[in-house]
Every structure is written in C-alpha cells, then in structure tokens.
C-alpha cells in the first residue's frame, strides 16, 4: 500500500463519516418531530471528533516533516558554505 493510498483512506473515511453524521442528523430531526434522540447526538461527535483527529494528525505530521526538512536543509547549507569558504 503506497502513502497517496492509506491517505485517501483516510480523507474518504474522515469525509464519509462527516456526511453520515450530518444525514443521520437531518433525518433524526425531521421524523422525529423535530427532536433529536441523545444516541444521535453521541453519533454526531464521535464521527466529528474521528474526522478532525484524521484532518488534525495529517495536518500537524506534515507541518513537523515540513519544519524538519528546512532545518536539515539549511544545516546542510551553512556545512556546504564554510566547507567552501575554508577552500579559498
């Protein structure tokens, strides 16, 4: 299994879960009177909380590998310059 696939998994799943919640909700509402039962309600969070953990996660590992590659990148650089300054 590549990365692009478990990553489209894991946004389809988060996505799903989304739509699922907010069409259980909207039906809940409308054939129950207007109301909707506590076990919907306990639905609705937990898909949210499940897609915002899979938003959440992405979002912070790409931001650390992000801020990793700029500090390897630019210790690299300063290496690179005072190897080639100590030649001349």
């Known amino acids: 299994m590549t990365p692009d696939t478990k990553e489209k ?3 389809s799943t988060a996505v799903m879960m989304i739509v699922s919640a907010v069409a259980l909700a909207f ?3 409308f054939l129950n009177h207007y109301k909707i039962a506590d076990s919907v309600l306990w ?5 949210l909380v499940y897609a ?4 959440g996660i992405s ?4 931001t650390k590998m992000g801020q990793v590659k700029n ?3 630019q210790y ?3 290496e ?3 190897h080639n300054n100590e030649k001349h």
């Open 71 to 73: 500090d390897v990148k």
């Open 76 to 78: 690299v650089d300063n």
């Open 9 to 11: 998994i894991q946004y």
């Open 27 to 29: 039906i809940c509402f």
């Open 80 to 82: 690179l310059n005072k």
């Open 52 to 55: 915002a953990s899979i938003f």
């Open 59 to 62: 979002l912070a590992i790409n």
């Open 43 to 47: 639905y609705i969070a937990q898909a």
